[in-house]
């Protein structure tokens, strides 16, 4: 093998191509998150192109996706194979016990897990010439382990999509620092979802839409020869219809002025008052047991283990779920801001889109589709967990994560690709079927020098 990799050496030397040039024949991978695209929504055949990638690719029929089944917390998990208890981003909006204020997005928010890192700067940590793209992916803007990716872009509201896809093409033929994989989130459907619910004619539109931005990012890389990549089109959660006529009106139960609420709707971190703490979860326990509560109750230790998520030092007091389709007294205002930008009237009635519920609750799961020369071709792998695309990630660029710490298996996602890896290696170096032919072919030319 050493005399081969000389004979790659002397040959790319002898005609003027760098190793860079070598190492960048490697394909390139895009990930595309599209926020809240419920797996069912593929079955209403209005989104021709996704559809075209997941038959003649490879898909899972869904993602297994983290508790909360929020934005933050889920795309934060699919970058770094971490679960919330890990990242500590625990919800959009979280407050914390030690900065003692709620955090928003923010580098505070994104930055307290000590062996947090995510995939964009592991990429370029692990190789020369590696340079990551971040458009708009939700944790992209802060610096983890000193260090920001090579190209990013901060989320800005109604900023076109496929401006999106311009400025991620430039960041793939940029011919200096040439992006090996690029994490492009889109707001959609979530957005419209919430608004309109899931099942309405809005949503649809936008499943329409979301579809055209794909078509768009093809249609881009090929008038660029950009042809060597993978393509990830992904989500981070579904989506269920709520409406006000199931409010769980809690203070009803809870007497005014011994408790905070904070995180939101679906679930709700309670913080009692000092001195008010046994009351409060005396009064909540016997809520959320009465016939037809609709909400589950958690002392943080009874938090379920699965979610994985009571071991941060951000996970509130008290933990109430509610159960599918029903919201907290918070939906008032919640409900009232969805109406208001879709310029709906609101009646108790009115049909609006919710997630965050638990994810076993099958409404709330995502999509997994990917097409490429690392993956297979026309087939379907069993559900796997989003965490577990970290590993994904590491071997389709060729990263040793051996030091990172994530809850990934690379195991479960080996059956998605073309060439079967090291399935007991999260540092197998990912050379896609093209690259090995690349590699054999300059091996028998090297031989022959
Ligand atoms: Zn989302």
Not at 219 to 241: A, C, E, Q
Not at 400 to 426: E, M, N, P, T, W
């Amino acid at each position: 093998m050493s005399s081969c990799l000389l004979s790659i050496l002397l040959l790319c030397s002898s005609v003027g191509v760098s190793l860079a040039a070598v190492t960048f024949l490697q394909p390139l991978t895009i990930v595309v998150s599209l926020d809240g695209f419920y797996y069912k929504y593929l079955e209403r055949d209005l989104t021709p192109n996704i559809i075209r990638l997941r038959d003649e690719g490879v898909s899972a029929p869904y993602m297994i996706n983290i508790f909360p089944t929020k934005t933050f917390p889920n795309h934060f998990s699919i970058a770094t194979g971490q679960y919330a208890e890990d990242h500590h981003v625990l919800d959009n909006k979280v407050f914390d016990p030690i900065l003692n204020k709620t955090l928003g997005y923010s580098e505070d928010l994104f930055t307290k897990g000590k062996s947090t890192v995510p995939f964009w700067i592991v990429n370029e940590k692990s190789g020369n010439n590696k340079h990551s793209g971040v458009m708009m992916w939700p944790g992209g803007d802060f610096k983890y382990q000193g260090s920001l990716p090579t190209h990013g872009k901060t989320f800005e509201w109604n900023y076109e999509f496929n401006k999106r896809v311009d400025t991620v093409i430039k960041w793939i033929t940029n011919s200096s620092a040439p992006a090996n994989i690029v994490f492009l989130y889109i707001e959609e459907p979530d957005s419209s979802g919430h608004k309109f619910g899931p099942n309405s004619v809005e949503l649809n539109n936008t499943l329409r839409k979301v579809d055209d931005t794909i078509a768009y990012l093809e249609t881009s890389l090929k008038n660029n020869r950009v042809h060597n990549y993978n393509l990830i089109i992904l989500s981070d959660h579904g989506m269920t219809s709520v409406s006000l006529e199931k409010v769980i009106d809690l203070t009803k139960f809870l007497t005014n002025g011994t408790y905070d609420f904070d995180t939101a709707t679906p679930i709700l971190g309670v913080s009692p008052k000092k001195g008010f703490e046994e009351e409060v979860a005396e009064k909540l326990k016997k809520a959320s047991s009465q016939e037809g509560s609709n909400f589950s109750f958690y002392r943080k230790d009874d938090i379920p283990d699965e979610w994985r998520y009571k071991k941060s030092f951000r996970a509130p007091p008290y933990l109430l779920v509610a159960k599918h389709g029903y919201v907290f007294n918070d939906a008032y205002e919640t409900i009232k801001e969805y109406a208001s930008y879709a310029k709906r009237n609101l009646t108790p009635n009115s049909i609006f889109g919710l997630h965050g519920y638990d994810p076993s609750d099958k409404s709330m799961l995502p999509i997994f589709i990917a097409n490429g020369p690392s993956f297979k071709r026309k087939h379907t792998v069993k559900p796997f967990k989003s965490v577990d695309l970290f590993s994904l990630f590491a071997h389709l660029v060729g990263a040793d994560i051996r030091s990172y710490s994530h809850s990934g298996d690379f195991r479960r996602v080996a059956d998605l690709l073309a060439v079967q890896a090291d399935g007991k290696s999260d540092a197998s170096p990912g050379f896609s079927a093209p690259s090995i032919y690349l590699f054999m072919f300059a091996c028998w030319i090297g031989f022959g020098l």
